[in-house]
């Protein structure tokens, strides 16, 4: 059983309606109606050693990527974020280790306003659970379900990036010095794009950010949205250091289902082209026009002859065999 169809079957065709519930299990973060001019967006994520960190990352690094992967998910729902619960295992109180984690965590939450109101502690093996809550005008959250064919598809920054980095450091691959940099960095700290998100609302019409690759991640929304796409790849934010670095095929699977991106993919009508990249501006990361929205179901990668490009890789998958661990 893969991941996502053990939260289809056994968590969200169980979960109740009402409560004040706008949007339940299956998106970036749930939506409850918080007053009558405001919604909640909450969202909880778990990072495990071994599994997607590696033991000896360094604390600030760690730190910053706890809370930037739940950011992440703020900003896919053009939410503000506003408190996050941080719960922890660990195997040992380092002091040491704790003052550079506790330091970096504190000046993510300052630079993005938000404030820690709780949480847990325990001895453990390496375990990090966030949970964020951000706040969005009533009824305006983005979501996975509102993509229309004919929609165009961006994408924020660049993709593959981390993807690159996690095997640099794995040792199955070796990049040139310029390029490794920049691949750790993607990899260790990931900007979550939540001035974008934000400036998104009156524009996009669904959105998701890319964590577990841009194929799986686009497909929640195809899913959920009941329509098609089309991407095309020279169309995609693609680097000559890194397309050069590695075979055609390894750079593809990076580009397109590597995950641990982190950046956001969204739909908007043709119309509002000019506006989006007056967003993008403003929020100071770049966009691209990667495809289109379509009435036939699928997902399709259009290559620069028109010819489609396989799809052998998906994106991270928590439970499938077939899946690289984004740490092991």
């Not at 965590?105 to 630079?111: L, S, W, Y």
Request: with cysteine; proline share 5%; glycine share 10%.
């Amino acid at each position: 059983m893969r991941e996502f169809d053990f939260i289809r079957r056994y968590l969200q065709a169980g979960a109740q309606a009402g409560n004040g519930v706008v949007v339940g299990i299956g998106d970036d973060a749930a939506v409850v109606r918080a007053d009558a001019e405001s919604d909640w967006c909450i969202s909880s994520d778990m990072l495990v050693g071994g599994r997607h960190f590696f033991f000896d990352t360094a604390p600030e690094d760690l730190a910053h990527k706890v809370l930037a992967v739940n950011l992440s998910d703020m900003a896919a729902m053009g939410a503000v974020p506003r408190w996050v619960l941080l719960s922890m295992a660990l195997p040992e109180l380092d002091e040491a280790w704790i003052s550079r984690f506790s330091g970096r965590f504190f000046a993510m939450c300052r630079e993005y306003g938000v404030a820690l109101i709780g949480g847990d502690t325990t001895r453990g093996g390496w375990v990090f659970s966030v949970t964020v809550i951000g706040e969005v005008p009533r009824g305006r959250a983005l979501t996975r379900s509102a993509a229309q064919a004919g929609d165009d598809i961006w994408v924020s920054g660049q993709l593959g990036w981390a993807a690159a980095g996690l095997q640099h450091c794995l040792k199955t691959v070796e990049l040139p010095p310029a390029c490794a940099e920049q691949a750790l960095a993607a990899l260790l700290r990931p900007t979550p794009r939540v001035a974008l998100g934000r400036l998104l609302l009156p524009l996009a019409h669904a959105a998701q950010d890319v964590s577990d690759g841009l194929v799986q991640d686009l497909g929640h929304i195809l899913t959920a949205s009941g329509v098609g796409g089309r991407i095309y790849w020279p169309q995609l934010p693609l680097d000559e250091c890194l397309a050069a670095a590695v075979s055609p095929a390894q750079y593809r699977d990076w580009v397109l289902a590597g995950g641990d991106d982190y950046e956001l993919v969204f739909t908007a009508p043709p119309s509002v082209r000019t506006e989006i990249r007056q967003a993008a501006q403003a929020a100071g990361v770049a966009v691209s026009l990667v495809g289109e929205m379509t009435a036939e179901p699928g997902l399709r990668i259009v290559a620069a002859d028109g010819s489609l490009l396989p799809q052998e890789k998906t994106g991270f998958d928590h439970f499938s065999d077939g899946a690289v661990d984004e740490a092991v």
